[in-house]
T-cell receptor
């Protein structure tokens, strides 16, 4: 059973480009959470999704950021018109049930660098 | 808003010594988690503490939870070099709240 798979592991974008980060949850997990880790900081919650639904996006910046988790395929975190401040590690976690708890597992993260 | 504070932020200690990392949080919590993160890697779950007075131990690490004081500790006994990492505590404010609030982390360096 593969763990939570994120790709790419490293992503470099120029200012103004778009970044697409992918997260494939563990088999049997239908709940996905995205977190952002700025350098030297802890992880900050961004968004919680179930298949085809956004459940809680209270941590998402109001502009340029969007997330989806389609019926088929991975969850996508999309950042439009990236700026230097978007440089961070983006982690997703998945769980089989609604509550993020002992059954949640984190992926290895995508490290986004905006130049 | 739930706040989680860890201290110290940086800890450099010699092999063989004992030390404690503290995690304070600002509101009632049902669950508290400790994670380890190596540089450039993901988070590895260490402990889940589910009730007041809970104590869990794994090797040289022991975690405890005092929900009345809103305090968790991670105690390191006789540190060894391979424990060098960043340690995070995270709080799930209410069961089913779906999100964790993380502390800023403690970067632990064990010196031979």
């Amino acid at each position: 059973n593969a763990g939570v798979m994120q790709n790419p592991r490293h992503l470099v974008r120029r200012r103004g480009q778009e970044a697409r980060l992918r997260c494939s949850p563990m088999k049997g997990h239908s709940h996905v959470y995205w977190y952002r880790q700025l350098p030297e900081e802890g992880l900050k919650f961004m968004v919680y999704l179930q298949k085809e639904n956004i459940i809680d996006e209270s941590g998402m910046p109001k502009e340029r950021f969007s997330a989806e988790f389609p019926k088929e395929g991975p969850s996508i975190l999309r950042i439009q018109q990236v700026v230097r401040g978007d440089s961070a590690a983006y982690f997703c976690a998945s769980s089989p049930r609604r509550a993020l708890g002992t059954e949640a597992f984190f992926g290895q993260g995508t490290r986004l660098t905006v130049v | 808003e739930l706040k989680v504070e860890q201290n110290p932020l940086f800890l450099s200690m010699q092999e063989g010594k004992n030390y404690t990392i503290y995690c304070n949080y600002s509101t009632t919590s049902d669950r508290l988690y400790w994670y380890r993160q190596d540089p450039g890697k993901s988070l590895e779950s260490l402990f889940v503490l589910l009730s007041n007075g809970a104590v869990k131990q794994e090797g040289r690490l022991m975690a405890s939870l005092d929900t009345k004081a809103r305090l968790s500790t991670l105690h390191i006994t006789a540190a060894v070099h391979d424990l060098s990492a960043t340690y995070f505590c995270a709080v799930e404010a209410n069961f089913g709240n779906e999100k964790l609030t993380f502390g800023t982390g403690t970067r632990l360096t064990i010196i031979p």
